[in-house]
């Protein structure tokens, strides 16, 4: 049996982490120890009396500023659980969050997720991270509903976590691409049909019809992934077709 992939997060807010890590998928896995999360609050390192983790900013101005010590010490604490640890710090400056990413992280046996909160951060708490991610161009409130999504994104990648028929395998033959219509019984509603050729019973047609509705699908919706597919001789004729 694999050690399970442990993911620890700081954050000041461990409580908001309680209803997304403890339901469906992420539940079971947890279950099924492939993945482990543990939770660390970098309040417990704040040793003054007021367990002060934020301070006013040098040079003025508003909001507040975490301060460098608790994290420093939570983050040594965190790395002595088990060696080798992915450092990372959730921040809207960071890289943009993509499935790559996601598949590369879900290789490591342990990630230590930052949850930045308030106005932001001592700059020094940079120097001790090997890569900050954002996960999109808006703000948040903080760091951890980023920590959640990229935690979710790469617990799903982990071997074991999805069923077999939904593996990581079909992820990456589809990356890049949007996926195709689907439906389910009934055949009509509203007076609305499933298209006729999924009922046909000929897999290889559907497949065909399949990858030439996410073809269409990426090129109209997101013009940005499809410029990024290498498409094959098939492809190609499947997006001529009327
Ligand atoms: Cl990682 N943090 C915050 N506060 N806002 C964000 C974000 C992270 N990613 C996108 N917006």
Request: net charge negative; charged share 25%; glycine share 6%.
């Amino acid at each position: 049996m694999n050690e399970p992939l442990l993911i620890q997060i700081l954050t000041l807010f461990p409580e908001m982490f309680e209803g997304p890590f403890n339901h469906s998928i992420l539940k079971r896995a947890q279950e099924q120890r492939l993945i482990e999360f543990r939770f660390v609050n970098f309040r417990d390192f704040a040793y003054d009396k007021h367990r002060m983790v934020d301070d006013t900013p040098y040079g003025g101005g508003s909001g507040m500023v975490l301060k460098p010590e608790p994290i420093y010490r939570a983050l040594q604490a965190a790395k002595a659980v088990k060696p080798d640890a992915k450092v990372i710090l959730l921040t809207p400056q960071g890289e943009v969050f993509k499935q790559e990413r996601a598949r590369q992280l879900a290789a490591y046996r342990h990630l230590i997720l930052i949850c930045g909160h308030y106005e932001g951060f001592d700059e020094r708490i940079r120097a001790w991270v090997d890569l900050e991610l954002s996960i999109g161009d808006y703000v948040l409130t903080g760091g951890e509903l980023a920590a959640m999504i990229v935690s979710d994104a790469v617990a799903r990648l982990v071997p074991g976590v999805l069923g077999s028929e939904n593996s990581a395998v079909h992820d990456s033959f589809t990356e890049n691409l949007l996926d195709y219509p689907q439906y389910t019984r009934p055949f009509e509603f509203n007076g609305m049909k499933v298209p006729e050729i999924l009922l046909s019973g000929h897999h290889a047609q559907i497949e065909a019809w399949r990858r030439k509705q996410a073809l269409k699908r990426t090129a109209e919706r997101r013009p940005d992934l499809f410029q990024k597919l290498v498409l094959t001789e098939e492809d190609q004729r499947l997006l001529k077709e009327e």
